[in-house]
């Protein structure tokens, strides 16, 4: 399976709001809704902020929030704070084997 | 609250199999609808999805490395583990083991990874 394309980088200043698009195909995000985003400091390991692409986990911000629009999956940074800068990655199963699913290449948020 | 704990070598040498057990603490492996996931990250890339094995010893694999990539699980040690064998400077890279959950529909698809371990770094050289 092909990773999902995500632009490698985007940024943004204190307050503002970032959206990072996560493109996949009519196999992947355009058939399911299985889509998931995650946050990655330096040297951490990723952290689970977005499931079936709007559903926040306990605990994660509202400032955090998803969407999809055809085969393109999208996570929105509200009111950015500084914290927020890290790596960003979305997610999708791929429709071959129920636990089969595939990653972005990632996005390097800068909060300027 | 339940945390992973990957352990295994950080040196392997060209060729030879790498084997990395993940520890489960905090809650059991045979809990809930749950399979168990390792990813990989390569210096400076992204997140890559290996395979996943269930509770039961089910296990999914990645086509492209299906041939050289075995997933086994120990109920009674509530650990599961990764081998990868015949390994090259390309596999170099951290090693996370994670909970893969997911949603009940026409069947269950786990397509989420909620409980990461803090990764383990492999080195092949």
């Known amino acids: 399976q092909s990773a999902l394309t995500q632009p490698r980088s985007v940024s943004g200043s204190p307050g503002q709001s970032v959206t990072i698009p996560c493109t996949g195909s009519?196999?992947?995000?355009?058939?399911?809704?299985?889509v998931s985003w995650y946050q990655q400091h330096p040297r951490e390991a990723p952290k689970l902020i977005i499931i079936e692409v709007t559903k926040r986990p306990s605990g994660v911000p509202d400032r955090f929030s998803g969407s999809k629009s055809g085969d393109t999956a999208s996570l929105t940074i509200s009111g950015l704070q500084p914290e927020d800068e890290a790596d960003y990655y979305c997610?999708?199963?791929?429709?071959?084997?129920?636990?089969?699913?595939?990653f972005g290449g990632g996005t390097t948020l800068t909060v300027l | 609250q339940m945390q992973l704990q990957e352990s295994g070598p950080g040196l392997v040498k060209p060729s030879e199999t790498l084997s990395l057990t993940c520890t489960v603490s905090g809650g059991s492996i045979t809990s809930g609808y749950y399979y168990w996931a390792w990813i990989r990250q390569a210096p400076g890339k992204g997140l890559e999805f290996i395979g996943s094995?269930?509770?039961?010893?089910?296990?999914s694999y990645i086509a492209s490395r299906k041939n050289r990539v075995t997933l086994s699980v120990d109920r009674s040690k509530n650990q599961f583990s990764l081998s990868l064998s015949s390994v090259t400077a390309a596999d170099t890279a951290v090693y996370y083991c994670a909970r893969q959950g997911g949603v009940a529909a026409i069947y269950y698809y786990y397509y989420y990874m909620d409980v990461w371990g803090k990764g383990t770094t492999v080195t092949v050289s």
């Open positions: 009519s196999s992947d995000i355009g058939s399911y809704d299985y």
């Open positions: 997610c999708s199963y791929v429709g071959s084997y129920f636990t089969d699913v595939v």
């Open positions: 094995v269930s509770q039961n010893g089910v296990t």
